[in-house]
């Protein structure tokens, strides 16, 4: 396809030539005749030239690409670490939208989230463009070159600014904008990731054989005001901080466990700033001294009072545990609630069969809850329950995450600048090097496809 393009622009120009032969040959008197005659036969040489070197340029373009340091692979990758960039600010401010939902400062700070996401959209835009303009020009640019070239050697000079033109932009940014990335890179603001800025405290609960309670709801107290609602995952873990809430500097919030219809109190029972001094990662794992079991949530067995608890095994559909209790309480009772999805078979307490029916039911963050009991009446029982797991439930709670007043102030500032850093560094910034390259492409049209070269022809 290029011969065959090469092949109609020397047509042209060898038509360009003979008309101007012709003219200039024409036993007319008027100088403005023989001026065209002189200036298609110059054009004509022109574009000759201009053919007969286009694998000489085509290869001197690559040389000079290479001399510079461009790369086109380097630039694709830059582009598209910035793409990646932008969405994980999307994912981010995103979650933040969805997190703020039902906050009391929703309209405090929806409005600059929507500043920042707009930034946003603009960058990835102009991110797109640069993303096609590389791979067209990559691509075609030696088309576009050939495609000047024709038109260059139109006679008369119906195209010859056109294909000057696009003779010099297919080379200029053939080499100049692989260097696009270090231009931007030389005065480009720092970008950092969207994110919140907090510490981040995460971990397991757990019951007191060591195993997770999962789908526990933790509330967190500042005096007796509840300020935070997390529910723990399947598998009993929770997170507390960077990317889920905005927490203050310094904090201090009591700690309770909800589980069942259940209130336990917990260890630590409290969870503070002081845990993660000098790191912004941190790991705590809670534990509830006084749940004895959740079975990986089939149900839930509060240790009684006075009582302490040995030997706990949880196999499938089976807890098997020793409990000891204070001689002066008894009798005493043993509690079991377990969810509509867990039927209790039976409970055994030292050879001895117990139904445990259901002595009233209840319903709990729309878990329908039953709890039944059985009469201890030993120091040291060894129980068994058996049990089977139909189906798992979620208690119906909306999570409350923390977001401190005192750090919505710096927070919005640190978006906008993020979102202002973005359009400087991805739209600014490639906008006037791309302006640049245009300039250059002119200048170099200019000289290409000017009003001629000097040559007189007498």
Not at 401 to 428: K, Q
């Given at each position: ?150 038109l260059y050697s139109i006679p008369f000079r119906i195209g010859k600014s056109a ?116 790191k912004e990662l941190c790991s705590l794992n809670i534990s509830v001294p006084g ?168």
């Amino acid at each position: 396809m290029n011969d065959d393009m090469l092949l109609l622009a020397f047509s042209l120009a060898m038509l360009t030539y003979n008309l101007g032969i012709l003219l200039y040959s024409l036993p007319i008197p008027i100088k403005s005749i023989k001026r065209w005659g002189s200036n298609l036969i110059v054009d004509a040489i022109s574009s000759s030239i201009l053919i007969s070197c286009f694998t000489l340029i085509t290869s001197l373009a690559s040389k000079i690409l290479n001399i510079l340091g461009s790369d086109w692979s380097n630039y694709f990758m830059w582009v598209s670490s910035r793409i990646v960039l932008i969405f994980s600010g999307f994912s981010v401010l995103t979650y933040i939208s969805g997190l703020l939902k039902y906050s009391y400062i929703v309209s405090l700070l929806s409005s600059p989230i929507n500043v920042v996401l707009g930034y946003l959209s603009a960058a990835l835009s102009a991110l797109k463009v640069l993303v096609f303009l590389g791979s067209f020009i990559l691509n075609y640019y030696s088309y576009l070159m050939l495609l000047g070239v024709i038109l260059y050697s139109i006679p008369f000079r119906i195209g010859k600014s056109a294909g000057a033109y696009l003779i010099a932009m297919s080379i200029v940014f053939y080499v100049g904008l692989p260097l696009m990335p270090a231009f931007v890179e030389t005065f480009q603001s720092s970008i950092g990731s969207v994110s919140l800025e907090s510490t981040e405290i995460s971990g397991r609960v757990i019951d007191l054989s060591g195993n997770a309670v999962p789908n526990a709801i933790i509330q967190l107290y500042e005096g007796d005001e509840v300020v935070g609602t997390i529910l723990t995952s399947s598998q009993g873990r929770f997170v507390l901080g960077n990317g889920y809430d905005l927490l203050p500097k310094n904090f201090s919030y009591r700690i309770s466990l909800e589980l069942y219809g259940f209130t336990f109190i917990t260890s630590p029972e409290n969870i503070s700033s002081d845990l993660c001094v000098g790191k912004e990662l941190c790991s705590l794992n809670i534990s509830v001294p006084g749940l004895l079991t959740t079975a990986g949530g089939a149900l839930l067995i509060p240790l009684p009072t006075g009582s302490n608890v040995y030997e706990v095994m949880v196999r499938d559909n089976e807890v098997n545990f020793t409990l000891v209790t204070n001689p002066d309480i008894l009798p005493t009772e043993l509690y079991i609630a377990y969810p509509k999805g867990t039927k209790i078979n039976y409970v055994v307490v030292n050879d001895e069969v117990f139904s445990c029916q259901p002595i009233t039911d209840f319903i709990w963050y729309d878990i329908n809850v039953n709890l039944c009991s059985v009469l201890i009446l030993s120091n040291v029982s060894n129980v068994r329950v058996i049990y089977e797991k139909i189906f798992s439930e979620k208690p119906s709670v909306s999570e409350r995450r923390i977001i401190s007043m005192s750090e919505v102030s710096s927070f919005i500032a640190t978006m906008i600048s993020i979102g202002i850093a973005f359009i400087y560094s991805l739209v600014f910034l490639p906008s006037l090097y791309l302006i640049l390259l245009l300039s250059i492409s002119a200048s170099l049209a200019r000289f290409l496809g000017g009003r001629g070269l000097p040559i007189r022809i007498f």
